[in-house]
């Protein structure tokens, strides 16, 4: 058994995307440059309403047999390819659901490099078992990231030796980088990607052009108008319940978006950041910075 732990992400789905105009589709659409997806590199993004809120985020790879495989939440994918579908209008393109034809792996573990023969870089990707892997192109902390046909996933974990690990278990390991899982962690139409992460993450290409609701979140950036952000907290006391609120001397300064044993992701207020009277339902919250964090306070 080898040292690398595999973690099967059935929260996570497979949309398929071929065509001869869906690279420039996409580009038009997503906050990344699509460009940059190849055999050997993979990419995270995002679509945004026109008003430059959070609808989606995923990761787009290059599929062995043409075109790409984009890794999304299972139980929102339809909402994402009805919008996709919408936008593509005369566009050469397919796009369809996989239904449980892939299976998406997280893989943690020392060596994923050598193992796989990939190097240890950003989206860095390789083919794959009629799938691909590739390292998490948000952080190298987050090991690496693998869609496996359903069908050869036994022979895949059996050939390369891999210990099975939990979805917990991975939790823990993004919620103390801070890192946000789609939903899970933010708001549907309301959420803003500058105070989630996804500028330092690498979601966004600042110089592609445009794309649905890049006006916004171009303006946010060179006006400086970010007032929160997701950060990971340390929870001490009774665990709180998430979605609850979090107050600095009694007046509301964030919010507890997920919770992971005594870690959690929260949205806060950046003046609020440096108190050390953070409560949440009467549990000291304690706000961590990540090593990637970029706060103008």
């Known amino acids: 058994m080898s040292n690398i732990a595999a973690i099967k992400l059935d929260h996570r789905t497979i949309l398929k995307l071929d065509g001869e105009d869906l690279v420039p589709f996409l580009q038009a659409v997503v906050t990344q440059d699509i460009g940059r997806v190849s055999p050997t590199k993979s990419v995270w993004s995002a679509l945004l309403t026109p008003q430059g809120k959070f609808l989606h985020d995923f990761f787009v790879a290059s599929s062995p047999e043409g075109g790409f495989l984009l890794d999304c939440e299972k139980e929102r994918a339809a909402d994402l390819l009805r919008r996709l579908k919408l936008y593509k209008m005369r566009s050469k393109a397919t796009l369809e659901q996989t239904d449980n034809r892939y299976s998406i792996l997280a893989l943690q573990g020392q060596n994923l490099d050598q193992k796989f023969g990939i190097p240890l870089e950003k989206g860095a990707s390789k083919a794959i078992a009629n799938g691909c892997i590739y390292i998490d192109p948000r952080h190298p902390a987050m090991g690496a990231r693998a869609i496996i046909p359903t069908d050869k996933l036994s022979d895949f974990l059996k050939e390369n030796a891999l210990s099975e690990s939990t979805l917990a278990d991975y939790d823990q390991i993004r919620v103390a980088l801070g890192i946000p899982d789609g939903s899970r962690d933010l708001e549907v139409e309301k959420s803003i990607l500058l105070e989630n992460g996804f500028n330092e993450l690498d979601a966004i290409d600042w110089d592609k052009g445009c794309y649905i609701g890049q006006e916004l979140t171009a303006r946010t950036k060179y006006r400086a108008l970010i007032k929160k952000r997701l950060l990971p907290v340390k929870l001490t006391g009774s665990i709180p319940e998430a979605g609850s609120d ?52």
């Open 246 to 297: 979090i107050t600095n001397s009694g007046k509301n300064v964030g919010i507890l978006r997920s919770v992971y044993g005594n870690l959690g992701l929260a949205t806060l207020k950046i003046d609020a950041i440096g108190s050390d009277q953070l409560l949440c339902n009467g549990t000291n919250v304690t706000p961590l910075l990540p090593d990637w964090i970029e706060i103008d306070a």
